[in-house]
Nanobody, 127 residues
Framework: QVQVVESGGGLVQAGGSLRLSCTAS????????MSWFRQAPGKEREFGAG????????KYRDSVKGRFTISRVNAKFTVYLQMNDLMTEDTAVYYC????????????????????WGQGTQVTVSS
């Protein structure tokens, strides 16, 4: 079992930045692909970014490319999401997810493709 805990959310003005952190327990972290999803009020949870176990492959949804950066430090069992140039439409609960395997997949955009989830952290971007 892997426990995933997010932190770093908060309130920020449009154009500002936030860095989210996700710490995952368990010896398998080094072999796990990780991702960030988000869910805005009244909308489905959507994939934001993913990173393979060795950080050699990274994937972003189009709406965050060039603004968000996902990274990981395996020695700290931590994945980060640096969010710059935030927009009001980025307001959502942000979730970190882990996969038992280390690869990113075609199915990454599906929530069912990920095995372990955190409780989420709220990000609110004001205009």
């Amino acid at each position: 079992q892997v426990q995933v805990v997010e932190s770093g959310g908060g309130l920020v003005q449009a154009g500002g930045s936030l860095r989210l952190s996700c710490t995952a327990s368990g010896r398998t972290f080094h072999n796990s692909a990780m991702s960030w999803f988000r869910q805005a009020p009244g909308k489905e949870r959507e994939f934001g970014a993913g990173i393979s176990a060795g950080a050699s492959i990274i994937k972003y949804r189009d709406s965050v490319k060039g603004r968000f950066t996902i990274s990981r430090v395996n020695a700290k069992f931590t994945v980060y999401l640096q969010m710059n140039d935030l927009m009001t439409e980025d307001t959502a609960v942000y979730y970190c997810a882990a996969r038992r395997k280390g690869e990113l997949l075609i199915s990454d955009y599906s929530t069912s493709s990920w095995d372990f989830w955190g409780q989420g952290t709220q990000v609110t971007v004001s205009s």
